[in-house]
């Protein structure tokens, strides 16, 4: 395919520059939907942490942990996912987590809201977590 240039040599080729700022706006655009999942899923952990009373720090902790505060990391991103619309992806390197991990969370997740009270401890998560971050314009 012949270049722009060359079908038309008269007019100055500008598709250059604007390949390039066009590069920068994706790559500025990518950043910071990256910096906002991140920030949301920081949001998450403190939210639940708040809710379960489970500590931010073992939240956070890398690695395997207890039953419980598995538990309560899968509720928060599952909400995450399901209730703010985040990638599985987005979810993982905000929780320092595998998507993989996440799917996995999600699956389980919806599996237990089969029973009703676990249904009503994910509901009053994902209402808290849409309010908080309708007000930040994340939602």
Known sequence: MPSAAALCPDIPCIAPDLQAAFKTSSRVERESRGERAMEICEGLIDIASALFNVGGKEL???????????RVR????????????????????GFSRDRTTVLYACHLVEDMRDDDEFDRIVSIMEKVAVAAFRERGAV
């Open 60 to 70: 956070r902790r890398t690695g395997r942990t207890s039953l419980c505060v598995s």
């Open 74 to 93: 899968q509720i928060a991103m599952y909400v995450g996912h399901v209730a703010l619309g985040l990638s599985m992806n987005e979810i993982g390197r």
